[in-house]
């Protein structure tokens, strides 16, 4: 299911192939929606089902953790594998320690 708000059209959303299955944020009767890649809801349809009693946050505010973890072991492994090449650290070493 696709929401956009009420004061929307299909048009102003811009995605025509899923214009059947998008409904307003106020028609949606979840109690909580998990949203991946902020794909699935226009901002004013979430803001507008929010204001309904729906619970919902933007990808990015669940997805915060993951990315920063990610993030530190990407470096992480940037590092070791200096250390690698440096002839400091062997592979095996390296892998023990990811």
Known sequence: TYVK????????????????????????????VGEGGNLGMTQLGRIEYALTGGRVNTDFVDNVGGVDCSDN?????????????????TVKQRNQIL
């Open 5 to 32: 708000s009420s004061t929307e059209t299909h048009t102003d959303v811009g995605d025509r192939a899923n214009d059947m299955l998008r409904i307003d944020g106020r028609d949606l009767r979840a109690k909580v």
């Open 73 to 89: 072991e990407v470096n992480i492994k940037i590092f070791l594998n200096g250390l690698v090449s440096n002839g400091d650290l």
